[in-house]
């Protein structure tokens, strides 16, 4: 059986020779909830377009690092720029600047460097065709609330927290689940209970069980397949929606660095993001369909989005006599943008030096290049080290690190000042780690340590937060 993943990508998938012949199918699990609409008689139909499933959960329903009381508030979309155009040639993402108008979340007191989060909601296209295979599309706006179903015998089973006491199916499918969620290996065997045709439902309990276990890695974790894949590829599984809201996690805010300096406008802030080509995420997608419209000017757009609360990768006042060392990849350079241009408005306190090493794929691919060149003109930063990973023009291929080690000798001597904070902005993972290791080696050459020494200086620099790391996990 072939499918086509639901994005764009084709998706390919022999399920003949992803199944077993032989294997034990997982315990079959009776289903703990049921969906109940509420009879026609009692005007059931609500509007389809209800502004955010969560919100109606009531105030037990946590959202994830707000701040303060923070709730998640409407906020209008004022200007989107492109800065990065995609191609294909050098795998480079589409990056945009979306420009937010915050007036309706009051005062908001932030710094360069602090981020907000942005409530997702799933594409429209991809909640109708979900509601088609439930056969739901005719009771999609109906009023409905979950209940625990009459044969569950599971004592600890309940409602999850982020579905409201009474909902719809479309606001459920829209907000409130995770559609692209990692299916679990139980769920796997629940779909293949809701799956007629016996390839398909062999295919999916082959997955789900302990023999399986190298199919479910090369298809699930490795290829990434979803719910909506495994429905293209099984089109005679017809879950309910009880077992989806069951087995799928919740649909969780993604945060946003802020790129731009509160002393630039007030009630107004920036984020910056990339978007895959191939395989968009779900707030990447939405984002550009809002951005889209904004740019129609069809309608007026709005997200929803809550400050987070603030750690040590922050730009403040505290920090504007002292020297910064600056190392970004890719869109990580957004927060950093955000500190040039709160130390450009407080030129007279900032009295200290700022060196930025920026990692992208192609010169084109640096966000707001001219910007950069204009502040290292005025002396706002005193040291613009670029280098591309996928040149265009024979250039050797650099990584950000490999600069760090060219500079090494005046770098050190930098680092070794009491006044120095060093600020990374990567993955968290595997670049992280390089430019982690690219320090280390800088410090082993101009210090003449061993690795370990080496290790521990930074170790201890962490410790003494002169060494903070936005992680973009
Ligand atoms: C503290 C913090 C600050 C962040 N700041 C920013 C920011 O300023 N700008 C920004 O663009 N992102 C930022 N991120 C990442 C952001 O929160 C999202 O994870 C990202 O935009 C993808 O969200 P999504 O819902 O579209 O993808 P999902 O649907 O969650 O993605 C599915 C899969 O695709 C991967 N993926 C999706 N889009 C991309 C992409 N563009 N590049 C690489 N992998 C991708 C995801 O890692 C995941 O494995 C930040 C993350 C953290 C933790
Ligand atoms: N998890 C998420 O949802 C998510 C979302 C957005 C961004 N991010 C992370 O945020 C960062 C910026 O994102 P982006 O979309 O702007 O990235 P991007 O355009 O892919 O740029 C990343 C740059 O880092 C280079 N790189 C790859 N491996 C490296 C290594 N080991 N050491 C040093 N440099 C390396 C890349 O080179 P190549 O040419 O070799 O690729 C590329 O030039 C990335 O770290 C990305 O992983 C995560």
Avoid at 1 to 30: C, Q, R, S
Avoid at 56 to 73: I, M, S, V
Avoid at 185 to 208: D, G, I, P, V
Avoid at 314 to 343: M, W
Wanted: charged share 20%; glycine share 4%.
């Amino acid at each position: 059986m072939v499918g086509v993943n639901h994005i764009n990508a084709p998706l390919v998938v022999d399920i003949d020779a992803h199944t077993l012949t032989e294997y034990v199918p997982a315990k079959p699990l009776e289903s703990n909830l049921e969906v109940v609409f509420v009879s026609a008689e009692q005007g059931s139909l609500r509007a389809p377009f209800e502004p955010c499933g969560q919100l109606n959960c009531g105030n037990t329903l946590k959202f994830p690092f707000a701040r303060g009381a923070n709730k998640p508030t409407a906020v209008a979309i004022v200007d989107a720029q492109v800065l990065v155009a995609a191609d294909a040639a050098t795998e480079t993402k589409r990056v945009v600047e979306l420009t937010l108008d915050t007036a309706a979340l009051g005062e908001l007191d932030y710094a360069p460097g602090d981020t907000v989060a942005v409530l997702p909601s799933n594409a429209p296209q991809i909640v109708a065709q979900l509601l088609q295979r439930l056969d739901l599309s005719e009771q999609a706006d109906s009023v409905c609330h979950l209940s625990l179903a009459l044969n569950c015998a599971k004592k600890s089973a309940k409602i999850p927290g982020h579905i409201p006491a009474t909902t719809t199916p479309r606001e459920l499918l829209t907000h409130c689940l995770s559609l692209h969620a990692v299916p679990q290996k139980q769920f796997l065997s629940a779909l293949a209970s809701c799956t007629s045709e016996s390839k398909e439902r062999s295919f999916l309990a082959s997955l789900s069980s302990k023999q399986g276990a190298a199919h479910y890695q090369t298809l699930i974790l490795k290829r990434g397949l979803c719910l909506m894949d495994l429905l293209e590829l099984c089109t005679t599984c017809q879950p309910t929606l009880a077992l989806l809201v069951e087995h799928l996690p919740r649909l969780l805010p993604r945060p946003y660095s802020i790129a731009n300096s509160p002393l630039e406008c007030s009630q107004q802030l920036r984020i910056i993001y990339s978007i895959r080509a191939n395989k968009a995420g779900v707030t990447t997608s939405m984002l550009e369909a809002m951005r889209e419209l904004y740019r129609e000017k069809q309608q007026p757009v709005q997200l929803y989005i809550y400050p987070r609360e603030q750690n040590a990768f922050r730009y403040t006042d505290q920090e504007l006599s002292g020297n910064q060392i600056l190392i970004a990849v890719g869109t990580g350079l957004a927060p950093f943008l955000g500190f040039l241009a709160h130390k450009q408005l407080h030129k007279e306190l900032a009295t200290g030096q700022t060196w930025l090493y920026v990692g992208a794929k192609t010169p084109q691919a640096i966000l707001k290049q001219q910007q950069l060149l204009a502040w290292q003109k005025a002396s706002i930063l005193q040291s613009l080290r670029l280098c591309y990973s996928r040149s265009t023009t024979g250039e050797q291929p650099k990584y950000v690190q490999q600069l760090l080690e060219q500079d090494a000798q005046q770098l050190v001597e930098l680092m070794q000042q009491s006044t120095t904070v060093l600020y990374v902005c990567a993955d968290g993972a595997a670049i992280s780690k390089c430019i982690n290791d690219g320090l280390r080696r800088c410090l082993q050459l101009v210090l003449k340590l061993d690795e370990t020494e080496a290790t521990q200086w930074l170790k201890e620099m962490r410790a003494k937060g002169k060494y903070r790391e936005d992680i973009w996990l």
